[in-house]
């Protein structure tokens, strides 16, 4: 039961993250939040097929199509949350690389890696929903 908690913790920031977005951002925001809860839902019907063994190369089209995302929207959009999200997905992506190339490392520490990266990139989608709903609030107390 107590290993469990960390991953009900973690599904209800997801959550909170997403209706957050949905609620009070802009369309990039509510775009990153869709491609991120998608991607989690993927990765875990990817991780249950495989019976949580390994890094299945599902996962990691799954994270490289998340990364792709990332940059399109910071391209598209001009903002700077979706930078440092793709920053951040490249680092998961890369963790990946190194599982899949067999690379010396410790597997536990890269999971612990590409964990870590995804509360940051919710982290992120929270600060650029935040500051994007403060935005418009702004302009809407100006006019």
């Not at 869709?34 to 990817?46: D, N, Q, S, V």
Request: positive net charge; proline residues 2%; charged residues 10%.
């Amino acid at each position: 039961m107590l290993n469990i908690a960390y991953a009900i913790v973690g599904a209800v920031f997801m959550l909170g993250m997403a209706v957050f977005a949905f609620l009070k951002g802009g369309s990039a925001e509510r775009l990153g939040a869709g491609a991120y809860l998608f991607a989690w839902f993927a990765t875990i019907i990817m991780q249950e097929g495989s019976g949580f063994r390994g890094v299945p190369i599902g996962v990691f089209l799954i994270d490289l199509a998340l990364l792709f995302v990332f940059v399109g929207l910071s391209w598209r959009y001009r903002q700077s949350w979706p930078v440092w999200a793709s920053g951040l997905q490249l680092i998961a992506v890369m963790s990946h690389i190194m599982i899949l190339t067999g690379q010396p490392v410790m597997v536990g520490s890269l999971y612990t890696i590409m964990n870590f990266t995804g509360y940051l990139i919710i982290l992120c989608l929270i600060f650029g929903t935040f500051f994007a709903w403060q935005e418009r609030r702004a302009a809407e107390m100006n006019r």
